[in-house]
């Protein structure tokens, strides 16, 4: 099919607040296809991805299918990406409460993939291996998708009029100041390589370890500053639908977001996902495992997602908004909702447990026991820590205000923020 072919199939586009006022009125859309391609090529052979386009929200009812896809990069071995991509999912899962209406499963799950990603690397440590990987989680649920990552793995998303954003953020200590900072108060140290000669030389790393990543699950040796806690970002894309490309470093080293996007338009998933790996590998050569996941959301009408035609879009809306939007449009890569193509739902990536879980975490009231927000274990009170048992057992924290935590998930956020249970303060 050429590309004249493809375009003569573009759907009208349909304006978000028309979009909205259809499900207002009941009107209900119809899901999305889903197409999607997969190419990699290894160097050190720490990359693995996970696709499950069918997973159900409620076991045997088909109206509740959603799509599963994630990159995992390894370093320091494979062990930690592996159990990631076994475990990961499951975990999340199981911090969402059952029987939930789909509504409530969407809003639910920002939490649930917050808890997930803590609950799998607790239970990694607890393996006594050292090995850590980024993730990047992405959750697709009919036109809603919810990306949680650590780490430099990056998702992309192009839309409609060929916008595109990010809808994960890097960490990477070169990078990110917020997490230098956050780093260096948790006790960890902040530098970079010393050679012989007291020469400085690479990236920003962190010490003990030398990790250049902030963020990760694993990395038992690293130290507990380098935290599991995920960046969520959760948006609504119209039905004229969208591009995900999910991929590790090696590709975001050598390509820009807008780079990947435009090198692959117009093309079916498959394809794009081998041309941007021929892409980034021509420009920068194999340096490092090279991952990429092309998921296209497509209306269910169409047979391939339609190319976005970017100059007449562009020239479309000077004519509508005028010179001073058309300056506003340039520099809206990262604010789609301005442009009323995605809906912004949810976006929160601070490190802190407490701010993450929030303080509505609901205890199981019929038995009087409590369950742990993270690690979804049972327990009454008496046996673990209450809910406001901060001073007591970790003398340099604040009074938890967050929901009920188990001993041992009291212990690792202790431990994340650079406070270790058990050591009591000597005052002399
Ligand atoms: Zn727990």
Known sequence: MSRAEVSRMRPPLVPLGTLIGRELRNEKL???????????????????????PDCLRVPGNPSTSFSV???????????????????????????????????EWLQALPRALVAGFVKTDIEFQQK????????????IDDWTITVASVGDSRCILDTQGGVVSLLTVDHRLEENVEERERVTASGGEVGRLNVYGGNEVGPLRCWPGGLCLSRSIGDTDVGEFIVPIPHVKQVKISNAGGRLIIAS??????????MAAKSCRGLPAELAAKLVVKEALRSRGLKDDTTCLVVDIIPCDQPVLPPT????????????FGKKSQNFMNKSTNKLSAVGVVEELFEEGSAMLAERLGKDFPSNATSGLFRCAV?????????????????????ASKPWEGPFLCANCRKK?????GKRAGIPTVIS
């Not at 592996?82 to 475990?87: C, G, L």
């Open 30 to 52: 119809e899901k999305p296809f889903l197409k999607y391609g997969q190419a990699a090529l290894a160097k050190k052979g720490e990359d693995y991805f996970l696709i499950k």
């Open 69 to 103: 896809f994630a990159i995992f990069d390894g370093h320091n071995g494979i062990s930690a990406a592996i159990f990631a991509k076994e475990n990961l999912l499951d975990n999340v899962l199981s911090a969402i409460p059952q029987e939930s209406s789909r509504e």
């Open 128 to 139: 006594g291996e050292t090995s850590g990987t980024t993730v990047t989680f992405v959750v």
């Open 249 to 258: 470093d090696g590709i975001w080293d050598a390509l820009s977001s807008d």
């Open 309 to 320: 035609p970017r100059k007449k879009q562009n020239m479309l809306r000077s004519l509508l």
């Open 375 to 395: 690690c979804q274990v049972d327990q009454a009170p008496a046996d673990g820590l209450s809910v406001n048992s901060g001073p007591f057992f970790s003398p």
């Open 413 to 417: 956020k202790d431990a994340m923020e």
